[in-house]
């Protein structure tokens, strides 16, 4: 679906969000607050406007996605940056290889995001950052209800305007409901491993930047990631 999406994807990205885009991604560049020479993956980085800003900051920011449409759009506009091919499920990096990871409007797509979780937390440095952008619930009642009229109906009548592919972009406005809420992912990203776990909702809650930290002394390798993994699994099939 990203491949099909990718050659318009960041002007519909821009209409959609009634401009907002630009905002959001500067507030994810001050909380991931990376220093010069740090190295800083971008995870579902798409089309790399995620990691430009980074890359614009003197940060050695690595671009990975698994949709290689969007990463060829991504190089041809910014050559500078490197871009990756790699499953956010099992990541083709090394253990503690980053200083921070972040990921933009990507999480929700993924398909097993606490495998996502995992594996960020296994190749992010102990003491390292996690800065997550996602779509969350309002939390105002009326300013959900008019968000929620916004998405299930004039998104998807805006997308067949300016999309070539607006089925996409019903399937955003439903990934975006079935989504959870802004504590249900901290449970999530806590769960996960991270530690220091907090969020800041941004459009009164329209989208939610979480924060955590990688604990000093986690042991992430991939097997004992799988060996956790695997205790994880006999004891729900032993519930
Ligand atoms: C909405 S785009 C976000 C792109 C970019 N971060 C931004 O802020 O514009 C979501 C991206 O997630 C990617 N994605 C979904 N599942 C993935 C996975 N398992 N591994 C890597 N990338 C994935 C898609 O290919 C797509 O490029």
């Not at 960041?10 to 907002?20: H, I, K, R, Y």
């Not at 890359?55 to 050559?79: E, H, I, Q």
């Not at 105002?140 to 607006?166: C, D, F, G, H, Q």
């Amino acid at each position: 679906m990203f491949d099909g999406v990718a050659p318009k994807y960041d002007v519909v990205n821009d209409v959609l969000s009634l401009g907002q885009t630009h905002r959001w991604r500067r507030i994810v560049v001050d909380a991931v607050d990376a220093k010069q020479g740090q190295r800083v993956l971008d995870l579902a980085a798409g089309t790399g406007t995620s990691s430009e800003p980074f890359a614009d900051a003197g940060v050695n920011v690595v671009a990975c996605d698994f949709s290689l449409g969007m990463l060829r759009v991504g190089k041809r506009r910014r050559p500078d940056i490197d871009f990756i091919a790699g499953d956010a499920t099992n990541l083709p990096f090394a253990d503690n290889s980053f200083d921070a990871c972040t990921i933009s409007f990507g999480l929700r797509n993924v398909d097993r995001p606490t495998r996502a979780l995992e594996e960020m937390l296994r190749v992010t440095k102990p003491g390292g950052r996690l800065v997550i952008a996602e779509f969350s619930q309002p939390t105002v009642a009326l300013w959900r209800n008019l968000y929620t009229e916004y998405l299930m109906r004039a998104l998807p009548a805006i997308a067949t305007k300016v999309s070539s592919n607006p089925e996409a972009y019903v399937y955003l406005a439903e990934s975006i409901r079935a989504w959870p809420n802004q504590d249900e992912l901290a449970a999530w990203i806590t769960q996960s491993g991270w530690e220091s776990v907090r969020y800041r909702n941004l459009n009164g809650g329209i989208v939610a930047v979480h924060r955590a930290t990688k604990p000093e002394g986690a042991i992430t390798s991939t097997a004992a990631g799988s060996q956790t993994r695997q205790r994880r699994r006999s004891s729900r099939a032993a519930n």
